[in-house]
Nanobody, 118 residues
Framework: VQLQASGGGLVQPGGSLRLSCKAS????????IGWFRQAPGKEREFVGD????????YYADSVKGRFTISRDNAKNTVFLQMNSLKPEDTAVYYC????????????WGQGTQVTVSS
C-alpha cells in the first residue's frame, strides 16, 4: 500500500493551496483517507478525512470552513483544498489512511511542507 502526497509550498497569508494524495494498493471499498499535520515543536494534529465509498467528510475545528477534502475516484486521489491560509497552518502535512471501521490510522505517506508566510 502506498500514499503519495504532493502540492506543498510557500503561500502568503490569505492564500490558497491544494494538496494531493494518490493512494495505491488499497481495497477502496472500506477505506478512509485523511490528513494530519505537524508544526515545529508541536504535536501532530488531525486535519480531516473522507470515507472513500460514502464521500462523507470530517474536519478539525481549526480548519472547518477553510479546508475542503474531496476525492477523484478514477485517479484514486484525495485532495485537500486549503483556503484563507494562516501562518499557524504552517506545518508538514501527512496523508494517512485507515480501514473505515478502524479508529487509528495505520498507513502514513511522506509529508509535504506547507509554509504560510509573507
Amino acid at each position: 500500500v502506498q500514499l503519495q502526497a504532493s502540492g506543498g509550498g510557500l503561500v502568503q497569508p490569505g492564500g490558497s493551496l491544494r494538496l494531493s494524495c494518490k493512494a495505491s494498493g488499497f481495497s477502496f471499498d472500506d477505506l478512509a483517507i485523511g490528513w494530519f499535520r505537524q508544526a515545529p515543536g508541536k504535536e501532530r494534529e488531525f486535519v480531516g478525512d473522507i470515507k472513500w465509498t460514502a464521500g462523507t467528510t470530517y474536519y478539525a475545528d481549526s480548519v472547518k470552513g477553510r479546508f475542503t477534502i474531496s476525492r477523484d475516484n478514477a485517479k484514486n486521489t484525495v485532495f485537500l483544498q486549503m483556503n484563507s491560509l494562516k501562518p499557524e497552518d504552517t506545518a508538514v502535512y501527512y496523508c494517512v489512511a485507515r480501514e473505515a471501521s478502524a479508529v487509528r490510522y495505520r498507513y502514513w505517506g511522506q509529508g509535504t511542507q506547507v509554509t504560510v508566510s509573507s
